[in-house]
């Protein structure tokens, strides 16, 4: 018997409606508790990086970190296109940008530290 018999039986049994109603949150609630526990940590939605070089005076490392930006830029519009195009599922588009986000924050934190 599903959860949705116990409450089918409480209203035979002669329950009141108030008792099943305070049952029916009361279960609501405790299942968002578990999805939300089961979940796991939310990601950020927004992830900003920036990068800027001039071109007055040379800097490899910068040269590179603007490289590296546009190398993100261009798999995630690449994601996005292929999911548009019916070329790739949903979940394999959020596995790209999961793996970008992923490797962005990883680039932040070592640059974090990068005196």
């Known amino acids: 018997m599903g959860v949705l018999g116990v409450f089918v039986a409480m209203a035979e049994g002669g329950a009141s409606r108030l008792v099943i109603v305070i049952g029916c949150v009361a279960f609501y609630a405790l ?3 578990v999805v939300a526990r ?6 950020k939605q927004v992830l900003e990086l920036t990068a800027a070089r001039s071109t007055l005076v040379p800097d490899t ?14 798999t995630l519009a690449a994601a996005d296109q ?3 195009l019916g070329r790739s599922t949903p979940a394999e588009h959020e596995m790209v940008w999961s793996a970008v986000y992923s490797d962005a924050e990883e680039h932040m934190d070592a640059a974090r530290t990068t005196p």
């Open 82 to 84: 292929a999911l548009q």
């Open 38 to 43: 089961a979940a796991g940590p939310v990601r």
């Open 31 to 33: 299942g968002a508790v």
């Open 61 to 74: 490392w910068r040269g590179g970190e603007c490289r590296y930006l546009a190398s993100l830029a261009a």
